[in-house]
């Protein structure tokens, strides 16, 4: 059976095929490459071929015709893979730290009931970086996640898992959850779609680490799959009772669009300059749009960008409402005992004694923060509002902006180490709340996923999808890895 494979061209009712042929021909799939990319860490195959009869069952059963079907089951019979930081109920649910190994989720997170409810069957979890606080998939539960066009290469993080599997072609939809990149940089990096969606829309519910001080305002579930056509349906699905907030039935005339291009952050010290190859795919996708669409791509350039990697660290940090500060990460690395002691994890790390990563060592003695520069946090919070202000107004409910998904392509494994504030092109973003699909263009001279984000206005969802629809005819979408 062929894996590459769109929601529309897997519908189990029109397919000459059983369900079970389905979901075994992607158990197969996954177990012919997760020995390489080490993406699904837990499986529920068994339970996945007993829910595929069921649909079998339902679908021979059923008097009322298929379209009744498909209408309450979009989804049945759809292979998923969900992020082990997601509750799915019966699955681990450690998010790589070593402390909770043993604890198992009891319910299912609400994107992740969702499309259970909508037909999909899940097929297990997939890694994650520890506490879903790094852009490379690594922890001492699960070891470490490669990049299915380099196995030398990241998948990225903290949906690296997600990514890989599905750059691999080994589910048809997944669900990744994003806070500084964390659905981007992964879909960037292993040539897939991602969509991060305007906070407050899908639920980040039964999640972990759980949100805490503002972080809800920045966090967004969303979408990750190899085809443009399926982010819609599935965030239909996952939005639940809150799908109205957004206009996702609007059909979208991309010749009355607004097109921006922001070519690069304006050369923070902190990020590495845009590469390239990127540069020239990012002006390669303006210049189709022109002339595909008749429209002008204006390039503007907003200074406060360069201080990107500031306003995500000051915003992450700041109280909520009650004044109460999010909790220490510290205290996350010990859960569901003491806090850890960073600098005691750091010399034990050193003769590799720690139960933690270096980047979450890192991040938790604090060596991150300390290049906050000489920036107050004040000074900061007046800047982000500044950019805030002037991107509201520039997007308004019409326009979309291309921005780099990430200075390079996929880098290599620890490489992040030596650039921390890479991640800063997509977490600005988050700390903006607009909503973003993350889009592949083929790939470059080494091989590797290009890509690019393009943005819209808070709840202009529809607007970026549309987009990403059209980039898809022209750039080609995902490339098979195996093609390489």
Not at 152 to 178: F, K, N, Q, T
Not at 262 to 283: A, F, N, W, Y
Not at 323 to 330: D, E, L, R, S
Request: glycine share 10%; hydrophobic share 40%; proline share 7%.
């Amino acid at each position: 059976m062929n894996h590459n494979m769109s929601l529309r061209g897997l519908n189990v009712m029109s397919l000459q095929v059983s369900s079970v042929e389905v979901v075994q021909a992607y158990i197969d799939r996954i177990q012919e490459v997760n020995p390489f990319v080490n993406a699904v860490v837990k499986d529920r195959f068994a339970a996945a071929l007993q829910e595929a009869a069921q649909v079998d069952k339902l679908i021979e059963e059923e008097t009322g015709g298929e379209e009744v079907l498909e209408d309450r089951l979009p989804l049945l019979g759809v292979p998923l893979s969900v992020k082990e930081s997601y509750a799915l109920q019966g699955m681990p649910f450690t998010t790589g730290l070593v402390s909770r190994r043993g604890i198992v989720a009891t319910v299912d997170a609400p994107p992740v009931a969702l499309l259970k409810r909508a037909g999909a069957i899940p097929l297990g979890v997939t890694n994650t970086s520890e506490l879903c606080m790094w852009y490379e998939s690594h922890n001492h539960i699960y070891g470490i996640t490669n990049n299915p066009y380099d196995l030398e290469r990241i998948p990225g993080g903290s949906s690296g898992g997600e990514g890989s599997i599905l750059g691999a072609a080994g589910s048809v939809i997944g669900v990744g959850s994003d806070i500084g990149g964390s659905i981007r940089m992964p879909c960037f990096f292993n040539g897939i779609f991602g969509h991060k969606t305007t906070p407050g829309v899908v639920s980040c519910e039964n999640q972990y680490p759980p949100s805490s001080g503002r972080q809800e305002e920045y966090l967004s579930s969303g979408p990750m799959c190899r085809y443009a056509e399926d982010l819609l349906p599935m965030l239909k699905i996952m939005a639940g009772p809150r799908v109205d907030m957004l206009s996702l039935n609007t059909k979208v005339d991309l010749k009355k669009l607004r097109f921006f291009t922001i070519p690069h952050d304006g050369g923070s010290p902190l990020t590495t300059p845009v590469s390239k190859e990127l540069v020239d795919i990012q002006r390669k996708v303006a210049e189709r749009l022109e002339a595909d669409l008749g429209v002008k791509v204006q390039e503007v350039h907003f200074p406060e960008l360069r201080y990107s990697f500031q306003i995500w660290d000051t915003y992450m940090v700041l109280p909520d409402k009650e004044g109460k500060p999010p909790q220490m990460f510290a205290e996350l690395m010990g859960e569901p005992g003491r806090p850890a002691w960073p600098l005691w994890e750091l010399l034990k790390w050193m003769i590799g004694r720690s139960d933690h990563t270096l980047a979450a060592i890192g991040k938790a003695v604090g060596l991150i923060e300390m290049t906050r520069m000489s920036k107050t946090p004040s000074s900061i919070i007046q800047m982000k509002e500044k950019l805030q202000k002037e991107v509201d107004e520039l997007l308004g409910a019409d326009g979309v902006f291309l921005y780099p998904s990430h200075p390079k392509v996929a880098p290599k494994h620890h490489h992040p180490l030596l650039r921390p504030f890479d991640f800063s092109y997509t977490g600005i973003i988050n700390m903006l709340g607009l909503p973003v699909t993350q889009c592949p263009l083929g790939v470059g001279e080494e091989g590797l996923p290009l890509g690019v984000q393009v943005v819209a206005g808070k709840l202009q969802d529809h607007l970026t999808l549309a987009v990403a629809l059209h980039l898809e005819k022209t750039f080609g979408g995902w490339k098979d890895p195996g093609a390489n």
